[in-house]
T-cell receptor, first 115, second 113 residues
Framework: ETGVTQTPRHLVMGMTNKKSLKCEQHLGHNAMYWYKQSAKKPLELMFVYNFKEQTENNSVPSRFSPECPNSSHLFLHLHTLQPEDSALYLC??????????????FGPGTRLTVL | QKEVEQNSGPLSVPEGAIASLNCTYSDRGSQSFFWYRQYSGKSPELIMSIYSNGDKEDGRFTAQLNKASQYVSLLIRDSQPSDSATYLCAVFFMDMGRRALTFGSGTRLQVQP
């Protein structure tokens, strides 16, 4: 396994479903991130975990719930989503989340469609 | 609100030419700057990072940083059709205890064979 992996790669869910996105990094990094990328909009930072502690919650609705059990794994739990939540959800990792030298490496993303 | 601005393009250049991609940012205190390449339907791929004023070269890519003008650019020499992608500029801001990488909306580059 190399780099940052994400599963599933594609997800279609109804507004009443509950699902989870998974991210795993094999780079020995200590910081992990969730981003949302919608069509024609810049990447939006959602959550940051540094050494398993959440350090950023960028005003994300509570229907998105992150979980970071260790520095290598990150989850995004989804429930009662809206159609406007349909987007590409990207996970990234970096050596740490606090320093200015903060090269982030992205996983392949999960393409989410909410019906 | 920290901002990163890019021209959305498309920027069209012929094969073999130099492509010049530009980015401006709002915060003078920013310390770290990154260029990512994103092919359609794929995730961003880091291609360059730059931390001090001046030029940084890596193969066909050169990143240029001018902190006084709050301007960072990416030059791609000998452009190839495979360089056709969206290029994202990202700036690391530290503001009131919050540290975050902020992305521009990207410039779409088209290299014509």
């Amino acid at each position: 396994e190399t780099g940052v992996t994400q599963t599933p790669r594609h997800l279609v869910m109804g507004m009443t479903n509950k699902k989870s996105l998974k991210c795993e990094q094999h780079l020995g990094h200590n910081a992990m991130y969730w981003y949302k990328q919608s069509a024609k909009k810049p990447l939006e930072l959602m959550f940051v975990y540094n050494f398993k502690e959440q350090t950023e919650n960028n005003s994300v609705p509570s229907r998105f719930s992150p979980e970071c059990p260790n520095s290598s794994h990150l989850f995004l739990h989804l429930h009662t989503l809206q159609p406007e939540d349909s987007a590409l959800y990207l996970c990234a990792s970096s050596q740490d989340g606090a320093g200015a030298v903060n090269e982030q490496f992205f996983g392949p993303g999960t393409r989410l469609t909410v019906l | 609100q920290k901002e990163v601005e890019q021209n959305s393009g498309p920027l069209s250049v012929p094969e073999g030419a130099i492509a010049s991609l530009n980015c401006t940012y709002s915060d003078r205190g920013s310390q770290s700057f990154f260029w990512y390449r994103q092919y359609s339907g794929k995730s961003p791929e880091l291609i360059m990072s730059i931390y001090s004023n001046g030029d940084k070269e890596d193969g066909r890519f050169t990143a240029q940083l001018n902190k006084a003008s709050q301007y960072v650019s990416l030059l791609i020499r000998d452009s190839q059709p495979s360089d056709s992608a969206t290029y994202l500029c990202a700036v690391f801001f530290m503001d009131m205890g919050r540290r975050a990488l902020t992305f521009g909306s990207g410039t779409r580059l088209q290299v014509q064979p």
